[in-house]
């Protein structure tokens, strides 16, 4: 069965500092990869995805990731932070197994980010 | 555009009790998700449907009960609620023309059993 791995629980960063937060997953065939925010309070909304082309995606407020194939890994990065990206980011990945429509997400990264 | 509500938003019920939680999509997308998020577990599916009248069990499904009459709802029925059944409980649809399959998930309803 695939799985998602978010190793960091909680990031504490202070205003304009770098983040990357790491995320693998267990399936070795064709996978899209997707990057959820959660702001305090709210619904999921969509950072990014890969699905296909250029490894390395941008998406909204700054963030981008990169798809490492060799590594399983999806990583999220945003090299200067603001206290509006206080959230919890939770990555996501579908895979032809399950027909690409079932998510399996990791437990996700509460990240705290002090101004 | 409204997109993907859910109802109600807060919820308190007892143990043993019925609750339904609603979910409705404007999008006429062919896909709709359950999921329950607690803390440490992040989301967890509990049932999916991939068409009217077409339902599956997902990771968590024990305990809960759901139906797709029409493509736009997918009601969620806890049919005898219990403690551990208190959770955020968060609606998704997607569809097969979505490149990447990605879901629109709505605000979410927060369900306590007491």
């Known amino acids: 069965a695939q799985s998602v791995s978010q190793h960091n629980h909680h990031v504490i960063l202070s205003e304009a500092a770098s983040l990357e937060l790491g995320c693998n997953y267990s399936y070795g065939g064709t996978v899209n990869l997707f990057w959820y925010v959660q702001y305090p309070g709210q619904h999921l909304q969509l950072l990014l995805k890969y699905f296909s082309g250029d490894p390395l995606v941008k998406g909204i407020k700054g963030f981008e990731a990169e798809f490492i194939k060799s590594k399983f890994s999806f990583n999220l990065r945003k090299p200067s932070v603001q206290w509006s990206d206080t959230a919890e980011y939770f990555c996501a990945v579908n895979a032809p197994g399950t027909g690409f429509q079932k998510l399996v997400f990791g437990t996700g990264t509460r990240l705290l980010v002090s101004p | 555009d409204a997109g993907i509500t859910q109802s109600p938003r807060y919820k308190i019920t007892e143990t043993g009790r019925q609750v339904t939680l609603m979910c409705h999509q404007t999008?006429?997308?062919?896909?709709m998700f359950w999921y329950r998020q607690d803390l440490g577990h992040g989301l967890r599916l509990i049932y999916y449907s991939a068409a009217a009248d077409i339902t599956d069990k997902g990771e968590v499904p024990d305990g809960y009960v759901v139906s797709r009459s029409k493509t736009e709802n997918f009601p969620l029925t806890l049919e005898s609620a219990t403690r551990s059944q208190t959770s955020v409980y968060f609606c998704?649809?997607?569809?097969?023309?979505?490149?990447?399959?990605?879901?629109?998930f709505g605000p979410g309803t927060r369900l306590t059993v007491t």
């Open positions: 998704a649809s997607s569809d097969n023309q979505i490149p990447g399959y990605e879901q629109y």
């Open positions: 999008w006429s997308h062919s896909y």
